[in-house]
């Protein structure tokens, strides 16, 4: 039986609500907050641009946008400084950051150091940028870019892959790291 079909069959029944809506605030923390309940993993998105290393992270990062071709995606803030950076670089590294790269991801979201001071890291000749050590590399480019409120939706078509499967993933929740133990 399919999830969709087990609604139907069993169908919500009234009771009285344990809590309620409020309207959404205009203070982006509140948002925030909310969303942050959500656990995601943590994406370093990276190339090597006139020789040099530029790095970012997002936790909005999201695989199977399409299988065929492969695409992911992610959203960027419009305010980023080092996305228009980025951006115009051939080819894109996004390295799914490891159950170990905790400091790793904060020092790539770093905006007063450098991002890349003893990191391990892999270029392709194209310039896409790998973290070492992640559980999955995807080689990207930039197919699309659309305008959504403060931030900016990035859809890249992924053009070749690496799958390290004894590496767990970094899990960002409640503005914390965290760690899944115990995947088979």
Request: charged letters at 15%; aromatic letters at 6%; glycine letters at 10%.
């Amino acid at each position: 039986m399919s999830f969709v079909s087990d609604l139907v069959e069993h169908p919500a029944q009234t009771v009285p609500p344990s809590r309620s809506l409020t309207a959404v605030s205009d203070e982006p923390a509140h948002v925030r907050g909310a969303f942050g309940r959500f656990p995601s993993g943590v994406a370093a998105i990276c190339a090597v641009v006139d020789g040099s290393p530029v790095g970012m992270v997002a936790s909005s990062f999201s695989v199977g946008v399409s299988y065929s071709p492969a695409m992911v995606m992610f959203s960027v803030q419009n305010a980023s400084t080092t996305w228009p950076v980025l951006e115009g670089a051939g080819r894109l590294g996004v390295s799914i950051l490891g159950g170990d790269h905790a400091d790793a991801c904060l020092q790539l979201a770093s905006r007063s150091r450098d991002r890349f001071a003893g990191l391990s890291t892999t270029a392709t000749d194209a310039g896409a940028l790998f973290v070492d050590g992640s559980t999955m590399w995807l080689d990207c480019e930039v197919l699309s870019t659309t305008p959504a409120g403060d931030h900016r939706i990035v859809v890249m078509q992924v053009h070749g892959l690496s799958v390290d499967h004894d590496a767990h993933p970094l899990v960002y929740q409640q503005q914390r790291f965290h760690r899944l133990s115990g995947l088979g």
